[in-house]
């Protein structure tokens, strides 16, 4: 179909429906208007009929008769007059009368009247169902009917009479006209229809052609082009698309044309490449067999074009390639790959291998089927050698760099725009450069040396780009701070602007070296500072070094000594001596050690040296001198001089007797050997109270006042400047003054060499006067530690620590001394004070070698009334009765119980004894063993106990007597207890079982005849229930006060606040919500009965608990104070409180100063609490404001100032 | 259940009425038979000397005693039921209006299996004893009767 008809037919359908379309709106609007002027006309008609009629037309009417005949007929020529000037069929009225539908007025056309087919009044409708619709809904309605009258149209309106009746006013017409009217109507639309469709379609042919006529002149030049003849003229008229369609195709011929051109010059160009280019042409077939080739493919090769197009592509291949080219050929051959490049060796015909660069492609004919493959080959054997060798360098140099221990990098130096260097970038650093430096490769490689130094300038920039610049080479030793090492670097430039650095890491290097010499430095200066001579001779004898500390030892400087021999400074009467030693020495050439020499200081004065010397010896093992150090010993003579004095003074003290002259020899030999001033000791008089005229005793604070007024030092001997030993110094309180203060526990010992300054010596003047530079004070001490006394001592030169140790070691031996001296003393006292004791006892007191008296004191020989040799020798059964009272042998029980003492164990026995002359008297012995200068003895000590046993009778029958009483009345409260018990177990029993049958018999009255009582009835009996449950109540709570009151104590050692926490506890589980600040202080430790203990903090704190929950916040506290020496325990609240009024009634049973609604309780807490308290022996008492809370305050022990009691 | 006898032995007649009230308001049906004192009730356990143990009655599934009886206490013919082979394992519940410590420890120490005391509600005392019956009569496993 050509596009001209296509044209045709689109617009031939489109025209058919447009026409079609307007010509059925247009008959459809036509209808519409027709039957809207009918519906009009027939309701006006309708409405006009009803209005005609009398508004109560249709009540009147009951039946056929309502009206006369006359009445309707004029009622119906009326209507068939309206009927006619409205052009209307009929106008009528219906009523329904007695469900039937009858007629109330109506229209009677003469055609009607002719047939008798017209209604009459009340005839009865033979149509009812036409009415169904109005008088259903009680609405105008609008319907069109074909029937036997005709086809219509008509309208009803509906309406009720008076009575309720329907009835409704009709008009109907004839519709036989309207569709004549409604057939012209179509008729028209249907010309108008036929009138769009002919104009349409006769327009549309026009324009197909002229819209088609180019194109198809267009599709002919095309052809013609298609078909090879370019020389075509385009005129073609047309719209502006047309025009440049055409034009486009007038330029698509030239192109063709000039392209056609350029082929022709390219096939050339393809045979001249084939033939002559340096490029190898191959045309290879499918079966890989050279079909064509070009010379220079020949000439790369080796072999003829015949040769060659009988040889396949892989068999002048090196078999290296073979593998990959069938594959990539393979691939080509399908079409997976346009084409493929590659680099292999081919076999020449000579043998030589040489390598190529191939490009094969795959040529197929115009339906993809493949033809041949075409392969252009480049001979690269020669580039390819090189870039081997380029590679092998590159490698090798890669690898040296790569493995090089030596850190290297390579930088370029970037330059500003005036030429100057300005920074450095890393272009390559090796591996070990992170060796070296710390810093990852990955890091440097790229950045800029500022950047990754993180430096302002570029580290040694002007030394590199130097290098960088000039080319010449530089090696230095940097430290480079960005990375805190020490390098050593080589830097040369590899070209002009660039610049290597090869690198090793030398800190440690840098670091030994510094060690070193800070170690020489430490070492000479330690020479240099030593307070020993070091020296050196050279092997003649000759100082060639001298420490400078020979200035101090000899007065003369290093340069001095330097120069000259030691003979020189050799005291002159030694030296022969030293020079044969020194000699001999020398000879030896061995070391030697603690050679000792006198000196002649440069003030004359005589200095002992101690030396020792190494040789030492060159290279070449000759002897060059001696090295070695003096040591100055002058001071250690000295002090060994002293030593052996001070023991000459140990000695001469053992052989002294008295410990007086024993402490003047001390204080007496510190003046002589050490050279003291004044030496003094003190010592400490025991048991010495501190009285009026003691020293500084008058000081009541500061350092001097006397810290221990039961011990003072007494001075007891002194010697050089002062010898008295008494004076101001006679007494000294420990711990008073420095003398005190030594023998105080505080300061052992106190040594100054600054006694004007010292602010312990108190007066700085007196020493300044008498020139005392130095005190020294010792403490002496007991064995155990304790002091005893104090040793002093001034002196006009200072103390050296060698000093020092000898007065310890002096103050040592004195004290131990002084103790055994003091202990003797102290025995002889004691012998003098027991003697005493021994003599004048009340007892009589024996020493029995076995039963033998050996000694007696003076109250025995009272006793027996006999003379002291009446009874020493005598035995113990001599002044006894040959029988005890027991009827035992005296002698025999004597004996036994000696023998029992000896063995080790006291005896102590009553004993009848008898006088020297035999009167009996009771006597109470005792027997003790004792060892007495390595002797076992018995001491006896015997008692007349005559008086004693007599009063001791009186008081057994006093006794016996009380104890009777005791009895009795013990008796009697026990009965009276029992008593008690079975009272309380009678009201636990008995009391309950009469309350129990009321309660249960009211019961079951309620329940058995509760029809038979009145509401009155049941509440007594109810109230019966209730006051024998409320009474059980009370005698349960007697109860427990009763057990409180009765049961037996048992103190124990209680923790208050633990059984206080515990009732808190109980307490809290009674009621979760409520919020109550609670404090109790951990652990009161009291002694109680723990059990009656926890009823009383249950009562107070249940008491604090209940009358605090009417309280926002409560607050309830467990305390405890102590008051005039009395413990006081409380309980506090926040709660209610009570009117101290009635503070009285508090604690009484049953009583109650709330009312039960108020608070609930029984009354018997508090009497229970009371009288747990007074059976501890402590109080209660209490207070309270109403609203504010209340304290309950106990004590526990028999309390003595309790101030308030209730 | 209903052939399980129960022992009374209580010598107040109104705490007995009372008692076979709580029994009834608690439908236990069992036959009650009572004993006015110990004496009473040791005779009807293990009879007079003359009979011999068949001829006496047939044991109780459960015997409340109240402590304070006339004649012989109830502590005392605890002791006896006790030391008896044949009664020795009997459940003995001791009902009393006693609180006295002493009364619970001994009851206990001498083997009663429970203690109730009575108390003047008559609501609890119904409450208490349809707890016993429960336990008693209900959950317990008595021993075999007669071994």
């Known amino acids: ?1206 | 259940m209903e052939n399980k006898i129960i022992l009374l032995v209580e010598d107040n007649p109104d705490d007995v009425d009372l008692t076979l009230r709580a029994f009834k308001k608690n439908n236990i049906a069992n036959s009650v038979v009572i004993k006015r004192d110990g004496a009473e009730a040791l005779e009807y356990l293990f009879g007079t000397e003359n009979q011999s143990p068949q001829e006496c009655n047939p044991l109780p599934a459960i015997i409340l005693l109240d402590i304070k009886l006339p004649k012989i206490d109830g502590i005392e013919v605890l002791k006896r039921l006790r030391a008896n082979p044949r009664t020795k394992i009997l459940p003995v519940i001791i009902l009393t209006s006693s609180t006295q410590e002493q009364d619970i420890i001994d009851s206990y120490s001498f083997g009663a299996n429970s203690y109730v005391r009575k108390p003047v509600d008559f609501d609890q005392f119904i409450e208490a004893v349809r707890q016993l019956g429960l336990y008693w009569l209900l959950l317990n496993e008595l021993p075999p009767a007669g071994k």
């Open chain 1, 1 to 1206: 179909m050509n596009i001209k008809s296509q044209i045709l037919l689109l617009m031939s359908f489109l025209i058919i429906i447009t026409a079609s379309t307007f010509s059925w709106i247009g008959y459809q609007s036509s209808k519409k208007a027709l039957l809207e002027g009918i519906d009009n006309k027939l309701l006006t008609a309708a409405c006009f009929a009803k209005t005609i009629l009398s508004d109560n037309y249709h009540d009147t009417l009951i039946d056929k008769n309502s009206i006369s005949p006359e009445e309707f007929d004029r009622m119906v020529d009326r209507n068939n007059k309206l009927c006619l000037s409205l052009d209307l069929q009929y106008i009528w009225s219906v009523m329904i009368v007695s469900n039937q539908i009858v007629f109330t007025s109506a229209t009677s056309p003469e055609k009607d009247i002719k047939k008798g087919d017209h209604a009459r009044f009340f005839d009865v409708h033979r149509n009812p169902s036409a009415f169904d619709n109005v008088f259903g809904t009680m609405k105008t309605d609008y319907s069109s009917f074909t029937n036997e009258w005709g086809t219509g149209r008509m309208v009803l309106v509906p309406g009720t009479d008076k009575t309720g009746r329907k009835y409704c006013f009709g008009a109907s017409m004839d519709t036989g006209n309207i569709n004549k009217i409604l057939t012209n109507t179509m008729r028209e639309s249907f010309l108008l229809f036929l009138i769009i469709l002919t104009v349409g379609i006769c327009t549309s042919y026009y324009l197909a052609g002229v819209l088609s006529r180019p194109v198809i002149k267009l599709t002919s030049i095309a052809k013609k082009i298609t078909s090879g003849d370019y020389n075509q003229k385009i005129d073609i008229g047309g719209g502006k698309e047309v025009k440049s369609l055409s034009e486009s195709i007038a330029t698509m011929s030239l192109a063709i044309r000039e392209k056609l051109a350029t082929i022709c010059e390219s096939v050339e160009l393809f045979r001249r490449v084939f033939d002559e280019g340096l490029i190898g042409v191959v045309i290879i077939g499918r079966d890989l067999k050279f079909l064509k080739v070009n010379p220079t493919f020949c000439r790369i090769t080796g072999y003829s074009q015949e040769e060659l197009t009988s040889m396949t592509f892989p068999e002048i291949t090196h078999p290296d390639h073979i593998e990959k080219d069938s594959e990539n050929i393979k691939k080509l051959a399908n079409g997976e790959i346009p084409y493929y490049r590659t680099e292999k060796r081919y076999y020449r015909k000579d043998g030589a291998v040489i390598w190529v660069s191939l490009v094969a492609s795959a040529i197929r004919d115009n339906t993809g089927n493949l033809l041949y493959f075409l392969t252009m080959t480049e001979d690269i054997t020669d580039k390819k050698q090189l870039n081997e060798e380029l590679r092998c360098n590159e490698e090798k140099f890669r690898s040296l760099f790569e493995n090089m221990t030596e850190g290297m990098t390579l930088n370029e130096v970037i330059y500003d725009a005036k030429g100057k260097a300005v920074n450095y970038r890393i272009v390559d650093v090796n591996p070990a450069f992170e060796k070296h430096t710390g810093i990852s490769p990955v890091t440097a490689k790229g950045k800029l040396a500022t950047e990754l130094y993180g430096t302002e300038s570029a580290p040694y920039l002007p030394l590199w780009a130097n290098v960088a610049e000039t080319g010449k080479p530089h090696h230095t030793e940097i430290y480079f701070g960005s990375v805190k090492r020490h390098l050593d670097v080589a830097c040369f430039s590899p070209r002009k602007g660039w610049f290597a650095t090869v690198f090793t890491d030398i800190t440690e290097r840098v670091q030994i070296a510094d060690q070193l010499r800070q170690s020489e430095e430490k070492f000479r200066s330690l020479v240099e500072t030593s307070n020993e001579w070091i020296w050196e001779l050279n092997e003649k004898g000759i100082g060639t070094y001298s420490s400078p500390s020979v200035k101090t030892l000899l007065g003369y400087g290093p340069e001095d000594v330097i120069g000259k021999t030691p003979l020189d400074f050799i005291l002159p009467e030694d030296r022969k001596e030293f020079a044969t030693i020194h000699n001999k020495i020398f000879k030896s050439r061995k070391p030697f050690v603690h050679v000792l020499y006198r000196c002649l200081h440069k003030n004359g004065s005589i200095i002992i040296l101690e030396g020792s010397g190494v040789p030492f010896f060159d290279s070449n093992g000759r002897f060059k001198g001696y090295r070695g150090i003096n040591r100055n010993i002058t001071e250690r003579k000295r002090m060994e001089e002293q030593i052996t004095k001070l023991s000459f003074l140990k000695e001469r003290l053992i052989g002294t007797q008295s410990l007086n002259e024993i402490l003047k020899i001390v204080t007496d030999g510190i003046v002589e050997f050490l050279g003291a001033d004044f030496a003094r000791i003190w010592l400490i008089e025991e048991g010495d109270l501190c009285e009026k005229g003691c020293f500084n005793g008058e000081f009541s604070e500061g350092p001097n006042v006397c810290r221990d007024r039961t011990r003072c030092l007494h001075l007891v001997a002194s010697s050089g400047r002062y010898t008295h030993i008494d004076g101001n110094h006679r007494r000294v309180p420990v711990g008073c003054y420095k003398i005190g203060r030594v023998a105080s526990e505080e300061d052992p010992w106190f040594v100054t060499n600054d006694v004007t300054n010292d602010p312990r010596v108190h007066d700085h003047v007196w020493a300044q006067s008498l020139g005392l530079v130095s005190f020294a004070g010792f403490k002496l001490t007991s064995e155990e530690g304790r002091p005893i006394g104090v040793l002093a001592l001034f002196n006009k030169q200072p103390i050296s620590s060698f000093g020092e140790g000898l007065l310890k070691d002096l103050t040592n031996y004195l004290s131990q001394v002084i103790m055994s001296k003091k202990s003797l003393e102290a025995l002889q006292k004691s012998e003098t004070k027991f003697r005493t004791i021994f003599e004048n006892a009340n007892d009589a007191i024996f020493l029995m070698k076995d039963d033998i008296f050996v000694d007696c004191n003076t109250k025995t020989l009272q006793m027996f009334q006999c003379a002291r040799d009446q009874i020493i020798g005598q035995s113990p059964y001599r002044f006894s009765p040959p029988l005890q009272p027991d009827g035992r042998d005296s002698k025999e029980k004597a004996l036994e119980k000696i023998n029992a003492a000896l063995a080790g164990n006291h005896q102590y026995f009553d004993w009848k004894h008898c006088l020297y002359d035999g009167t009996l008297f009771d006597a109470e012995v005792s027997l003790n063993p004792i060892v007495l200068g390595g002797n076992l003895f018995i001491q006896a000590i015997v008692r007349d106990v005559t008086e004693h046993k007599k009063a001791e009778q009186a008081i057994l029958e006093l006794n016996r007597d009380l104890e009777q009483r005791v009895k009795d009345r013990t008796l009697r409260l026990e009965l009276a207890n029992k008593e008690l018990n079975a009272f309380a177990y009678s009201v636990s029993h008995d009391l309950r079982a009469p309350l129990r049958s009321i309660d249960g018999f009211s019961k079951a009255v309620l329940e058995d005849f509760s029809d038979k009582l009145n509401d009155e009835g049941r509440d007594y009996l109810q109230r019966l229930r209730r006051a024998s449950q409320h009474m059980a109540a009370l005698i349960d709570d007697l109860l427990k006060l009763f057990r409180v009151t009765s049961s037996e104590l048992n103190i124990s050692d209680v923790n208050l606040s633990l059984i206080a926490e515990t009732a808190i506890t109980g307490l809290r589980k009674t009621d979760h919500q409520r919020n109550v600040e609670i404090i109790i202080p951990p652990e009161i430790k009291i002694k109680a009965d723990p059990h009656l203990m926890l009823v009383v903090m249950e009562n107070l704190l249940g008491n604090a608990w209940k009358f605090t929950s009417k309280k926002q916040k409560a607050r309830i506290e467990l305390g405890v104070f102590e008051k005039n020496k009395q413990v006081i325990y409380y309980v506090r609240d926040n709660g209610a409180g009570f009117d101290m009024a009635f503070v009285h009634k508090l604690f009484g049973a049953f009583q109650r100063l709330h009312s039960v609604e108020d608070y609930p309780g029984d009354g018997i807490g508090l009497a229970s609490v009371q009288r747990i308290i007074h059976r501890h022996g402590g109080w209660i008492w209490a207070e309270g404001k109403p609203d504010e809370g209340a304290t309950f305050y106990f004590t526990l022990d028999s309390g003595t100032t309790v101030t308030k009691e209730v």
